[in-house]
């Protein structure tokens, strides 16, 4: 109720895109078998989203172009992205949801 009246579609939090990055590259890849179902899909996403940290951005300036520091830690989120997907997978796994 209250977001929508500030609410501006400028506002991504990054660690979601990494997060569906890192399910689609292991998803696409032989790395690892991940349950395709779109429930397993959502809970996989939502455990690792779970156990991300916020990175909010709103520029787009900012999202086209980011400064060194944001890529830096874009950098890191993505490492930590794919080890929250892949516990999450292994939780999903050990305890199927559908």
């Known amino acids: 109720m ?6 501006h579609d400028d506002l991504q939090n990054l660690a979601e895109e990494l997060v569906f990055e890192q399910i689609h590259l292991l ?16 809970d ?9 940290p916020a990175k909010y951005c709103c520029d787009f300036l900012e999202k086209q172009f980011p ?13 930590y992205a794919k080890r929250q997907v892949l516990k999450a997978i292994k939780k999903v796994k050990d305890i199927p949801h559908d």
């Not at 400064?67 to 490492?79: A, I, M, N, S, Y």
């Open 2 to 7: 209250y977001k929508e009246m500030y609410y």
């Open 27 to 42: 998803v696409k890849g032989d790395e690892v078998d991940v349950p395709s179902s779109e429930v397993s899909i959502q």
């Open 44 to 52: 996989i996403a939502a455990i690792a989203l779970n156990n991300m």
């Open 67 to 79: 400064g060194e520091h944001l890529t830096d830690e874009v950098r890191e989120l993505q490492d």
